[in-house]
């Protein structure tokens, strides 16, 4: 499919470029599903990881009443073991 034609200077290059099926593209938009880690303590320290690849480490609290707590970086689940069941 041909999109448009760019200029430079006396050179002129036709654009073109093929457009995925929607399949693939459903493909692509497919993001991994947060990770829930059930732990035995009430205060955690999340820092993404992966070493230099994760984000600054954070505390996290969690409550009693809730039971579990998310990551404001990575979005990870912390599930107190007492609230396994429930969450």
Not at 11 to 37: C, G, H, R
Not at 74 to 80: A, I, L, Q, W
Request: proline share 5%; aromatic share 8%.
């Amino acid at each position: 499919m041909l999109v448009g034609r760019a200029y430079f200077g006396i050179l002129s290059v036709d654009i073109s470029w093929a457009m995925p099926d929607s399949n693939q593209k459903a493909k692509k938009m497919v993001t991994q599903a947060p990770e829930t880690k059930i732990v035995d303590v009430r205060r955690i320290a999340c820092d993404g990881g992966e070493g230099a690849l994760g984000h600054p480490r954070v505390w996290l609290q969690i409550s009693s009443e809730q039971g579990w707590v998310e990551c404001p970086y990575c979005d990870t689940k912390m599930v107190h073991k007492d609230f396994r069941d429930v969450v």
